[in-house]
């Protein structure tokens, strides 16, 4: 069926464990740990909250209560199965909980199977955002395998009629007294189902074996060899596929007409074609199946379909997007106001008011998400790249009247998931199909589907307010960001009327939002706004854009203190993370102090060169207290006074994410990020017209190519005695701030709003001349 492997379900190769607990149990015996009084994880400031399960209504509940909500299993042959609700973005967490397992229950790495986002065999953790696996994610998952640990002592103990104390764990087997029994065979005939101890001691750093050791990320052999790891390649007997036609509003929110624009669908419009299924509508949703992909692809294409007329997107161009932002409907949350902010107005001696604006972003995942989907004997089955497989699950069993229960979300690898892409949509697309033809449909978006359809990281505006006095000290400081953005539904429950089409507004532009510097007077005003387009979260949750600002105006600050910038950034920082990650940074860059705009070009050199510096940790300010790593940049740029073109020449980041797990994986982190969000800094915007998104292919949505990368330096802080958190974002966030300070180094020019085009750097450029 794949790859040369013969009579193999896709349930079963998508993984090298595919095991269900009734499979595990079948081998001779196995010791589970289950929270008795678990169910889905929320994750707050001091780590996961554990919640009450509800009673199992079909064949794939959830994992929860004595038995189901296990996050660790011993087979008889002496593997330790670890389950996670959490999946892995190709950010190599996989192989981290791994590591963390293996050190907690005693055992070789190798002897670890980690099986990640499986509805039916993982608890809920909820989505995989916000850097959050392994600084929360993970931690029942070691609790738990602590605690098997030691039952297995306790097991040894009660058989040899030993002390446990005489007693101890080696590399998969327990030992003492002159004997020596495997995992395996202490687990076997055992079914200990046990409340979870949030308290147990986990094992202290002196005694790991794996993790802050490099190992070899555990998914890259099967990727290289061809072995079935991406849901593109999955097949399943009688499978058919399908694709679907969507209205002409690409990308639009709740404003368009949206479950009420299909006017008619001429079915014989291709009856001509070969290996036609069924064309399928309901609602706004119309799709094809064909026996063959090509023979799909021909029909979406040629299938005659009428929509209402719709154009009622405001004008979201480069030029007019600011005051989109500024007039769009939007509610104020106050995060901060110190009681000495209005007094300190009043002390301002030099007024720096300034407004920042950050583009649309597509996610540019490198592949269209793809989805296979069955639906037989009432119980559905989908293999899908979500990143969010459980509350996917809710939403697939909304769209055909199921219980959740009777969904089972096999979650296997994508093409690339750095926030919310289509997987979730195209998920649903391949179910309705699948219920309409009795058969297994795949369904894989065409890139312009991908591209339009994607939820965009949303535009922002970040405006600040403040000053410095006489002797530039910061005295006030006020930020207000503006983050137009929603949940995005998934899109089927919007097109078929499952869902209403109406305003979602997502409270998440918060994020780094209040400065990480002690000023002495804060005002910090988040403002929830209403969507413009369909947007949701991407890397960097408004922490990217609003750290933009936050650095910017620092070096402002600094600047009209004739200061060293970094030198004035630690005037400000008590925090003694931020203060290493940041000196760290001075060190590695090898930057030399002074202020900035030392080394003026002539008027007459065509290239100019300059140095920035930014700072930043990722914070969740919904949770106070929560963030994930710290990260500092020192960055080199290269200017094109003729052209305007922006080369980043070299990046240097320290980063300080507390204990490494696996610094290899850390490393590969921090330099993705130094690469995507250099990408999005210098090049990337997604286009509108008053239909929808106009970004639809790659020559519409530039990104950074191999001869535009930077230099990479990194140095990652060892704080192995610190708790892990996560790196998945955090480098990313100083990323605008520092090449706009370089920018400012090299030219004198300050840019406001990404991305720093040629176009828009040509603009300021002869502005500034302008204005001499």
Wanted: proline share 6%; charged share 20%.
């Amino acid at each position: 069926m794949i790859f040369g492997k013969k009579n193999t379900s896709a349930e079963n190769s998508a993984n090298p464990v595919q095991l269900t607990r009734r499979q595990l149990l079948k081998t001779g015996g196995m010791i589970m740990v289950s929270a008795a009084t678990a169910g889905p994880l929320m994750t707050l400031a001091n780590g996961p909250v554990l919640q009450p399960p509800t009673p199992a209504q079909g064949p794939f509940p959830i994992p929860a209560g004595t038995l189901v909500d296990s996050f660790i299993a011993i087979s008889a042959n002496g593997e330790v199965i670890g389950f996670n609700g959490h999946v892995d973005l190709g950010t190599g967490v996989r192989t981290a909980i791994g590591q963390m397992i293996a050190d907690e229950i005693d055992t070789d790495f190798a002897k670890v199977k980690i099986i990640l986002g499986h509805t039916r065999q993982t608890p809920n953790l909820g989505p995989t955002i916000a850097s959050d696996t392994i600084q929360n994610a993970a931690t029942p998952m070691r609790q738990a395998a602590a605690q098997v640990r030691q039952l297995l002592l306790a097991l040894a103990s009660k058989r040899w009629s030993v002390p446990v104390a005489q007693l101890r764990t080696d590399n998969g087997f327990v030992v003492g007294a002159g004997k020596r029994l495997s995992y395996a065979e202490l687990a076997a005939g055992q079914d200990l189902h046990v409340d979870l101890d949030t308290h147990i001691a986990l094992r202290p750093s002196k005694e790991h074996k794996f993790i802050g050791k490099s190992v070899a990320r555990v998914d890259i052999p099967n990727k290289v060899l061809g072995a079935l790891t991406y849901v593109h390649d999955v097949r399943l007997p009688g499978m058919l596929h399908g694709r679907v036609v969507r209205p002409p509003y690409t990308g639009a929110d709740y404003t368009a007409p949206l479950g009420d624009s299909l006017i008619s669908v001429d079915h014989d419009s291709i009856k001509h074609l070969p290996g036609i299924v069924k064309v399928v509508v309901k609602g706004d949703f119309v799709g094809v199946v064909a026996e063959r992909e090509e023979q799909a692809i021909a029909a979406m294409h040629q299938l005659k379909v009428q929509w209402k007329e719709w154009a009622g997107l405001p004008d979201l161009s480069p030029a007019a997007l600011r005051d989109a932002l500024v007039n769009n409907e939007k509610t104020e949350r106050l995060l901060r106001e110190d009681p000495n902010y209005q007094e300190s107005l009043q002390k301002i001696k030099t007024p720096i008011d300034r407004e920042y604006i950050w583009p649309f972003h597509m996610h540019g995942s490198i592949g269209p998400s793809c989805a296979v989907a069955k639906l037989e004997d009432g119980k559905v089955h989908v293999w899908t790249g979500s990143q969010n497989p459980h509350d996917l699950r809710k939403d697939l069993g909304t769209l055909v009247d199921l219980h959740p229960d009777f969904v089972n979300v096999h979650r296997m690898e994508a093409s690339g998931c750095y926030g919310r892409n289509c997987a979730d949509d195209v998920a649903a697309d391949a179910l309705l199909l699948a219920q309409a033809v009795g058969k297994p449909v795949r369904v894989q978006l065409m890139r312009e589907q991908e591209s339009g359809w994607e939820p965009k990281g949303t535009a922002q505006l970040i405006q600040v307010r403040g000053g410095v006095d006489a002797e530039g000290n910061v005295v006030s400081y006020e930020l207000q960001t503006s983050y137009p953005s929603n949940l995005s539904p998934t899109l089927a429950l919007v097109l078929t009327g499952k869902v209403e089409n109406k305003k979602r507004v997502l409270q998440m532009g918060d994020r780094t939002s209040v400065p990480l510097y002690d000023y002495p007077a804060v005002r910090v005003v988040s403002q929830d706004a209403a969507p413009l387009v369909r947007a949701s979260w991407l890397r960097g949750v408004s922490a990217l854009p609003n750290v933009f600002a936050h650095e910017s105006w620092i070096d402002e600050c600094a600047y009209l203190a004739k200061e060293d910038p970094i030198a004035y950034r630690l005037r400000y920082m008590k925090d003694p993370r931020a203060i290493g990650v940041i000196k760290a940074a001075h060190r590695l860059g090898r930057w030399q102090d002074g202020p900035a705009r030392r080394n003026i070009a002539p008027a007459d050199q065509k290239i100019v060169t300059g140095r920035g510096f930014a700072y930043a940790r990722y914070i969740h300010s919904k949770f106070p207290g929560f963030g994930a790593a710290w990260a500092a940049w020192v960055c080199d740029v290269s200017v094109n006074l003729e052209t305007g073109v922006v080369k980043v020449d070299k990046v240097y980041v320290s980063h300080d994410c507390g204990a490494m797990v696996n610094p290899a994986g850390v490393r590969h982190q921090v330099h993705g990020n130094i690469v995507q969000s250099t990408s999005r800094v210098l090049k990337e915007f997604v286009t509108f017209d008053k239909s929808g998104t106009t970004s639809l292919d790659w020559g519409g949505y530039p990104l950074l190519r191999f001869d535009e990368l930077p230099e990479v330096e990194i140095e990652l802080l060892e704080m192995p005695h610190e708790d892990p958190m996560g790196a998945g974002e955090s480098a990313s966030v100083p990323s605008a701030a520092a090449v706009a300070n370089a920018i400012f180094d090299a030219t004198g020019v300050r840019l406001l709003e990404v991305p720093f085009t040629p176009s828009r750097v040509l603009a300021a450029l002869r502005k500034a001349k302008a204005s001499k």
